[in-house]
């Protein structure tokens, strides 16, 4: 008797241990398999298939509306943690493992673009070491092969991270950028066909497998160009950061950075040209200096100074023969003038 109770007693004990493993289990699973908080929906809009907020903008093109009709469901654009809530529970416990995926601190998901895209704002103090560096004179570094220095990312720099899962037949990228002191990170879900994955996919082959690396590449190589299109700065950042760096004194970032604001557009303004022969002329870019101030003459026909040997910044352009032809152009026009 006395054992039939003890055994009783164990089994009941055995079983208060079984629930409670389980309930700690659930606990568990609900602290972990979920979504980093949502940022503004008002910082984000869409426009066609056009994602932006003022300092970013991702054009889709085509791609994801075929790729969001193939599973038969319309296109989704989600901001908000009541539009998540509201979504497919299939679709968006995939999401969710994506994102749990990704080793970085996530302050906010910002952007759910269809199943196959987000934007996610990046804690800047994370430290994950990029896979691929293109630099922002477009040299693209495998790190493996050449270490970056500093795991601190400059804003001309694009990072990219893959995550192959060859279980789940599923590729994940990760680009991030660094815009006006804002961390982003495109992330791009690449999913091949399958029982693991929630809906119908256009992808029929197994992109994990060696054999399809040139299939894949081809999706990589464009998915980077929609990253760096909309990394991109305007004019007028690149001269607001030309401006900070000449008045550091950084005078060849100066030059570079007027360098990639006149490749924005086909109007500059002529005191930009001015300020970036200035600027190559103290970093001693005597053939680029030259260059801007010629441009300067072709694009502002009544241009000139008083006296173009007073400006100190270009001293070092006054031996070359160059000079002499600038300042007899100048002088010409300001004689015209009066």
């Not at 991270?161 to 815009?179: G, H, T, Y």
Request: aromatic letters at 10%; hydrophobic letters at 40%; proline letters at 3%.
């Amino acid at each position: 008797m006395r054992r039939f109770v003890f055994l009783m007693l164990l089994v009941q004990r055995m079983r208060r241990t079984f629930y409670l493993c389980l309930l700690l289990c659930g606990l568990a699973s609900c602290a972990t398999h979920h979504l980093p908080p949502f940022g503004s929906a008002n910082d984000w809009m869409q426009h066609g298939n056009i994602v932006e907020n003022g300092e970013i903008k991702v054009d889709f093109g085509n791609d994801l509306l075929a790729n969001a009709g193939d599973g038969g469901y319309e296109l989704n654009f989600i901001t908000s943690q009541a539009e998540f809530d509201a979504y497919e529970p299939k679709l968006a416990k995939y999401l969710i493992d994506v994102v749990n995926r990704i080793p970085l601190k996530i302050d906010s998901v910002d952007v759910i673009f269809t199943d196959e895209f987000m934007i996610l704002s990046i804690n800047p103090n994370s430290t994950w070491m990029p896979d691929y560096v293109r630099q922002a004179d477009g040299a693209f570094l495998t790190v493996e092969a050449m270490s970056v220095e500093s795991l601190v990312q400059p804003e001309d720099e694009l990072w990219r991270n893959l995550i192959v899962d060859k279980s789940k037949r599923q590729v994940i990228v990760v680009d991030r950028i660094v815009k006006k002191g804002k961390h982003y990170a495109f992330v791009y879900i690449l999913q091949s066909e399958g029982k693991s994955s929630p809906y119908a996919r256009i992808i029929h082959f197994d992109i994990t497998n060696p054999r399809n690396i040139q299939s894949v590449g081809n999706q990589l190589e464009a998915l980077m160009a929609r990253s760096l299109r909309a990394a991109e700065l305007s004019y007028e950042e690149y001269i607001m950061i030309a401006d900070s760096c000449y008045t550091n004194g950084d005078y060849e970032g100066a030059s570079n950075a007027f360098e990639k604001a006149f490749g924005k557009v086909n109007e500059i303004q002529g005191h930009h040209l001015y300020k970036g022969a200035c600027a190559a002329a103290r970093a001693g870019l005597v053939d680029v200096a030259f260059e801007r101030l010629f441009s300067l003459l072709e694009k502002a026909p009544n241009w000139c100074v008083d006296d173009p040997n007073r400006d100190q910044d270009l001293a070092i352009l006054h031996k070359f023969v160059q000079w002499k032809n600038f300042c007899d152009i100048v002088t010409a026009r300001r004689n015209r003038s009066e």
